[in-house]
Nanobody
């Protein structure tokens, strides 16, 4: 069992930055591919970024590539999402996810094993 707790969301102006954190319980953090998803009102949950178990490989949605960076610190059982050059269309609830996958490239909502409770990110224009 893994518990995920997100933090770092908030209100920011367009062009600004935020850093989300997701702290995981348990002693097997490096067994999991980690990722971030987001869900805007009236829309389906969508993939944002994923990182392999030891941080070697990362994957991004086209909409955030070049602006967002996913990082993990296995010693702290924490995964981060650094979000720069934020746009109003980035407004959503952001969720952290953990999955037992052989590749981070396979991460999608249906393949996640554990979810955090979500943290709201609001970008004003």
């Amino acid at each position: 069992q893994v518990q995920l707790v997100e933090s770092g969301g908030g209100l920011v102006q367009a062009g600004g930055s935020l850093r989300l954190s997701c702290a995981a319980s348990g002693r097997t953090f490096n067994s999991y591919v980690m990722g971030w998803f987001r869900q805007a009102p009236g829309k389906e949950r969508e993939f944002v970024a994923a990182i392999s178990r030891y941080g070697i490989s990362t994957y991004y949605a086209d909409s955030v590539k070049g602006r967002f960076t996913i990082l993990r610190d296995n010693a702290k059982n924490t995964v981060y999402l650094q979000m720069n050059s934020l746009k109003p269309e980035d407004t959503a609830v952001y969720y952290c996810a953990a999955a037992t996958l052989s590749s981070a490239a396979q991460l999608m909502p249906s393949s996640a094993d554990y979810w955090g409770q979500g943290t709201q990110v609001t970008v004003s224009s």
